[in-house]
């Protein structure tokens, strides 16, 4: 069983900052695109960025200029840093690692924007 492990999800106030880790086994880190997704209450899942092999990154529109996705080989990590939060950012976000038929989901992390 191929497990993604979330962290440093919390309440932060408009215009805050959080960083979310995502821990992956060696295998799956280094040759399966990692991505973050995301899902509001009574939204479906919605994309947030990617990492692919190589360095390449990708983000939605909604996101890009205020989240960044980056990875620590020596950790077999993916983070998102979040800046500039607002209150429609507020959702459960899921570390997704997908290389072709093969997905795996971690099991979410809260995020909460609010004064």
């Known amino acids: 069983q191929v497990q993604l492990v979330e962290s440093g999800g919390g309440l932060v106030q408009p215009g805050g900052s959080l960083r979310l880790s995502c821990a992956a086994p060696k295998s799956i880190f280094s040759s399966y695109v990692m991505r973050w997704y995301r899902q509001a209450p009574g939204k479906t899942r919605e994309f947030v960025a990617a990492m692919y092999s190589g360095g390449a990154t990708n983000y939605a529109d909604s996101v890009k200029g205020r989240f960044t996705i980056s990875g620590d080989n020596a950790k077999n990590t993916v983070y998102l840093q979040m800046n500039s939060l607002k209150p429609e950012d507020t959702a459960v976000y899921y570390c997704?690692?997908?290389?072709?038929?093969?997905?795996?989901w971690g099991q979410g992390t809260q995020v909460t924007v609010s004064s």
């Open positions: 997704n690692a997908i290389r072709g038929l093969a997905q795996y």
